[in-house]
């Protein structure tokens, strides 16, 4: 018997242990970026650096505010093209697809998150682009090349689209038949009780799987880089050209690190990446617990 417990209070803090080193690579990964983006931080200001506009690393001049917005537009259209899409089809598979016709969608969705990334991308280059250049953009611009943050953002919606799909259909399939049988026998119909008594239920889930989804768009690189048009300017539509901050790094990162701060530059736009995908998931744990609270009380 004190064999067996000491087995086992060895294996709880064995996995405390383990628990604390896997958190800890997350402190280990920020100090690691702002060590290596300190030269920049200490010639320019955190406030310069993220408000100012002007990128001219041959002048000393580094602001990351394009790179920010570009992140965030690309990011926030992915995301407001995926989830009505991914919400209706999961809706699809879990409550009215067949065996067969499901059999079918949910590996052929399942397939989609293997494709490469820069397969999504020369997608983009051949379809995306000129569907905006010649169909899209003329009847809203003048004129537009097609590679905007618009194409970036179509690019990164299928590109999360199986990850929220998945996600939503397990967090559907855990709903109670009870309660739906519950709802039905009350006089509901199947929409109505998807609407009162499946979405409510599944609200926490299917917000978790926005926060998943958004924390991997954040990252995108390839694909989106492709699209893009890669300028250094603020976006003011979604026509306009955007330069993420993903795509910055994977531009730059191993030339003209030759001149001063580049390479602390690029540091500073993945610490900045960092940050941002980090208080965009504390904000989204605030407001998954208290929703959580709310629906439980």
């Known amino acids: ?14 996995m405390l242990v383990l628990t604390l080193a896997s ?17 920049i931080i200490e010639k320019s200001s955190w406030g310069t650096l993220v ?40 809706l699809f598979i879990t409550e009215y697809a067949q065996g067969g016709l499901k059999r079918i969608l949910v590996p052929f969705v399942n397939l989609l998150s293997g494709i490469p990334p820069v397969i999504f991308g020369v997608w983009g280059v051949l379809f995306i682009i000129p569907l905006i250049q010649n169909h899209i953009a003329p009847h809203f611009v003048e004129f537009s090349t ?35 049988d519950a709802s039905l026998s009350l006089g509901a119909n199947k929409w ?23 924390s991997r768009a954040f990252g995108e690189t390839i694909a989106v880089l492709m699209v893009c048009g890669n300028n250094a300017v603020v976006p003011h539509s979604v026509f306009d050209a955007g330069y993420p901050l993903p795509a910055l790094i994977a531009n730059n990162y191993g030339e003209m690190l030759s001149i001063p701060l580049y390479d602390s530059a690029l540091m500073f736009a993945a610490l900045l990446l960092f940050i941002i995908i980090l208080l965009f998931n504390i904000i989204s744990r605030v407001i998954l617990s208290r929703l959580e609270r709310k629906l439980a009380s």
């Open 146 to 180: 097609g590679y905007s943050v618009l194409a970036g953002g179509i690019v990164l919606a299928v590109m999360i689209f199986p990850l929220i799909v998945s996600i939503v259909s397990e967090v559907l399939n855990t709903i109670p038949q009870e309660l739906k």
């Open 51 to 90: 408000t100012s506009s002007v990128w001219k690393p041959l002048r000393g001049l580094f602001g990351f505010f394009p790179f920010i917005m570009g992140t965030l537009w690309v990011t926030g259209i992915a995301i407001i093209i995926a989830l009505p899409l991914c919400l209706l089809t999961a």
């Open 23 to 39: 958190v800890s690579l997350l402190l280990i990964i920020g100090i690691g970026l702002y060590l290596h983006s300190a030269p």
């Open 192 to 214: 109505e009780t998807i609407k009162k008594v499946i979405l409510r239920k599944a609200l926490p889930g299917i917000i978790a799987a926005v926060v998943l989804a958004v």
């Open 1 to 14: 018997m004190q064999l067996r417990i000491l087995k086992d209070k060895i294996l709880s803090k064995l």
